[in-house]
């Protein structure tokens, strides 16, 4: 037994080896992925089940890294977050968001799309400014663009954040509260961020088992409302999931059961497919 204690060890220690490893190489290879053009984003409808009708989309990257294949988001943000290539990436998500939002206007498809923020956003050199450019760039109606926040964030330096939101949404640019409910709570806050929505995080659309549960997310339900925030419920994977928000007065749902993040091609073909069902 002790041989085998010392095996596993070893195999823990060389599996370690194996992440750093990557860690490293991605962290190398991220320098260069945006000029190589190695980014993509995907768009995820959000559906209000009320009227029935696309109601958004959020744009999310994609690093296609020649080497190792498709990369999530989990694994790079932190990364660039440590980096500094938050910055650059952030705007080069914006404009491409942006672009592709003024395309589908012109084709008659106006929806507003949503591109997530990290803190470093606000610590950098000026992100009313950097808003404002890309939009211009676009020629984009500032009503179309979205930006998630999350609570972490409003945490440290409130003042100086609520002041750069309230820039940002004088623009006519829509704020979200993403992943509201997890981690670190921003609750007794919220009266003070200056935000539009909630999204509610997939971890309270999954975890619908208990009454103790279900009380939590009505309870956020009615505190948004009392709030005058809409709420976008989460991960809906499902028509149990879909049944009891609507049964709270969640109508907005973003998840697997309406439509995966899809590249513009694979949008192209879903809204196809809701126009003709
Ligand atoms: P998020 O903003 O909470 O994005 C939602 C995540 O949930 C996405 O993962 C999406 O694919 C996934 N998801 C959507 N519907 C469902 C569902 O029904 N079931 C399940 N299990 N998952 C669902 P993704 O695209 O891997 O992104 C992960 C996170 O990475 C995002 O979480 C966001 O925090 C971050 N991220 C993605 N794109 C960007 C970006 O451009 N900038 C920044 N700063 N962060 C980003
Ligand atoms: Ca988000
Ligand atoms: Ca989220
Ligand atoms: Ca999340």
């Excluded at 995820?44 to 990369?71: C, D, M, T, Y």
């Excluded at 003024?102 to 470093?120: C, E, F, H, T």
């Excluded at 995966?260 to 126009?275: C, T």
């Amino acid at each position: 037994a002790k041989g085998l204690g010392k095996n596993q060890q070893c195999l823990y220690t060389e599996e370690m080896g194996v992440q750093e490893v990557r860690k490293m190489e991605l962290e190398k290879d991220l320098q260069r992925a945006l000029e190589l053009k190695e980014f993509f984003i995907v768009y995820q409808p959000k559906w209000n089940v009320k009227s029935n009708r696309l109601v958004g989309f959020e744009a999310l990257i994609r690093w296609n890294h020649p080497r190792l294949g498709i990369i999530s988001p989990l694994e790079f943000i932190p990364i660039a977050e440590e980096t500094g290539l938050i910055i650059p990436m952030t705007r080069w998500t914006l404009e491409e968001a942006c672009k592709q939002c003024r395309a589908w206007k012109d084709r008659g498809i106006v929806q507003p799309v949503s591109v997530n923020l990290s803190i470093r956003l606000f610590h950098g050199d000026n992100l009313l400014e950097l808003v404002r450019n890309v939009l211009d760039k676009a020629e984009l109606d500032p009503h179309l663009l979205e930006l998630e926040i999350t609570e972490s964030m409003v945490l440290h330096d409130v003042n100086d954040i609520i002041r750069q939101l309230e820039n940002i949404r004088a623009l006519g640019v829509k704020v979200s509260m993403d992943d509201f409910g997890t981690g670190y709570s921003s609750i007794g806050l919220l009266d003070r961020i200056p935000i539009d929505a909630l999204k509610l995080d997939r971890l309270f659309t999954n975890d619908l088992d208990t009454p103790s549960k279900r009380a939590i997310i009505n309870a956020i339900v009615l505190m948004a409302e009392n709030l005058n925030l809409d709420v976008i419920a989460e991960g809906v994977e499902n028509k149990e999931h879909i049944d009891f928000l609507t049964g709270l007065g969640c109508h907005v749902m973003q998840g697997y059961y309406y439509g995966k993040p899809m590249d513009i091609d694979e949008i192209d073909v879903w809204m196809y497919e809701q126009d003709h069902k």
